[in-house]
């Protein structure tokens, strides 16, 4: 069922020329005379790109067909793919590494995720907000240096690079956001 453009707002996501968009900026003006404008900043939810488009009252726009269900990190298949399965199915789901982007790096071993599906293709994987990792390589940290607002390179098991704080050494736990790819803070010092 189509929306009218009275219902739009932010956040709202819709379908144009056959791809799902998600509003991130809505405005309505109306000018002196004439009719009112309804104007909508759109990012496409699978290629990232933004449009502009104004709607006048009465406009109608096409809802997509997006579902979304929860779905357990399987394996690594190889050649950029990863398996993914449907626990209430046990059907295995496909899905790129162009779709992933970075959460590929914080997938572990039957990690429940999130999937949002546009016409039953995965186009937007939901990992939980916080992953612990240990820290593969650093430079070693100070002796009683606990600045937090000084970072440091340091990369994890699989070779993701984020910054931590200097006090971060080799073997110590970390927390990183999912969201964002960065450190978070410090979970379990390595033990020597």
Same mark, same amino acid.
């Given at each position: 069922?189509?929306?009218?453009?009275?219902?739009?707002?932010?956040?709202?996501?819709?379908? #144009?020329? %056959?791809?799902? *968009?998600?509003?991130?900026?809505?405005?309505? @003006? &109306?000018?002196?005379?004439?009719?009112?404008?309804?104007?909508?900043?759109?990012? =496409? @939810?699978?290629? %990232?790109?933004?449009?502009?488009?104004? *709607?006048?009252?009465?406009?109608?726009?096409?809802?997509?067909?997006?579902?979304? &269900?929860?779905?357990?990190?399987?394996?690594?298949?190889?050649?950029?793919? *990863?398996?993914?399965?449907? /626990?209430?199915?046990?059907?295995?789901?496909?899905?790129?590494?162009?779709?992933?982007?970075?959460?590929?790096?914080?997938?572990?071993?039957? @990690?429940?995720?999130?999937? #949002?599906?546009?016409? =039953?293709?995965?186009?937007?994987?939901? #990992? /939980?907000?916080?992953?612990?990792?240990?820290?593969?390589?650093?430079? /070693?940290?100070?002796?009683?240096?606990?600045?937090? =607002?000084?970072?440091?390179?340091?990369?994890?098991?699989?070779?993701?690079?984020?910054?931590? /704080?200097?006090?971060? =050494?080799? %073997?110590?736990?970390?927390?990183?956001?999912?969201?964002?790819?960065?450190?978070?803070?410090?979970?379990?010092?390595?033990?020597?």
């Amino acid at each position: 069922m189509p929306y009218d453009v009275s219902d739009l707002h932010k956040g709202v996501k819709v379908q #144009l020329d %056959g791809e799902p *968009y998600l509003i991130t900026e809505y405005d309505f @003006m &109306k000018p002196g005379k004439g009719q009112a404008i309804y104007r909508c900043k759109m990012r =496409n @939810m699978i290629t %990232g790109s933004t449009t502009e488009k104004a *709607y006048r009252p009465g406009d109608k726009i096409d809802q997509p067909d997006l579902s979304e &269900k929860t779905i357990h990190f399987s394996y690594d298949e190889g050649d950029g793919f *990863y398996v993914f399965i449907d /626990p209430n199915t046990n059907d295995e789901i496909r899905i790129d590494e162009a779709t992933l982007g970075r959460n590929v790096y914080f997938l572990e071993d039957d @990690m429940e995720c999130s999937v #949002l599906l546009f016409n =039953n293709r995965p186009i937007e994987v939901t #990992l /939980p907000v916080f992953v612990e990792k240990v820290i593969a390589e650093t430079e /070693p940290g100070e002796k009683g240096n606990t600045a937090t =607002n000084t970072l440091k390179p340091a990369k994890i098991e699989n070779g993701y690079e984020i910054h931590v /704080p200097l006090f971060v =050494n080799q %073997g110590d736990t970390v927390k990183i956001d999912t969201r964002t790819g960065e450190y978070s803070e410090r979970v379990k010092k390595a033990t020597i």
